[in-house]
């Protein structure tokens, strides 16, 4: 079983900046795309970026210029560097990983989700 664990939400200010984490563990043999969505109150969930395995990355129109994905494959980690925030910026972001399992199975798993939230 994969579980995904994220860290890195909170409250700042408007053009704060913030970090949020997201470390798999379990039985992986492989991970391959590592993405960010988040949620806003009464609206659908939303991709904001991801990021393949050879490191390319595609963002939301409304991050571009403003957050960056990375990742760490050794530590299983994709990270989202979120600079000059924004208020519309508030939302529970999750993450959400797939690849394949230690018994080489695919899988797509969710983070429990962190609470961004921008204060104007």
């Known amino acids: 079983q994969v579980q995904l664990v994220e860290s890195g939400g909170g409250l700042v200010q408007a053009g704060g900046s913030l970090r949020l984490s997201c470390a798999a563990s379990?039985?992986?043999?492989?991970?391959?795309?590592m993405s960010w969505y988040r949620q806003a109150p009464g609206k659908q969930r939303e991709l904001v970026a991801n990021?393949?395995?050879?490191?390319?990355?595609n963002y939301a129109d409304s991050v571009k210029g403003r957050f960056t994905i990375s990742r760490d494959n050794a530590k299983g980690t994709v990270y989202l560097q979120m600079n000059s925030l924004k208020p519309e910026d508030t939302a529970v972001y999750y993450c959400?990983?797939?690849?394949?399992?230690?018994?080489?199975?695919?899988?797509?798993?969710w983070g429990q989700g962190t609470q961004v939230t921008v204060s104007s």
């Open positions: 959400n990983i797939d690849g394949v399992t230690g018994g080489f199975r695919a899988f797509g798993s």
């Open positions: 990021i393949t395995r050879g490191g390319n990355t």
């Open positions: 379990g039985s992986i043999s492989r991970i391959n795309t």
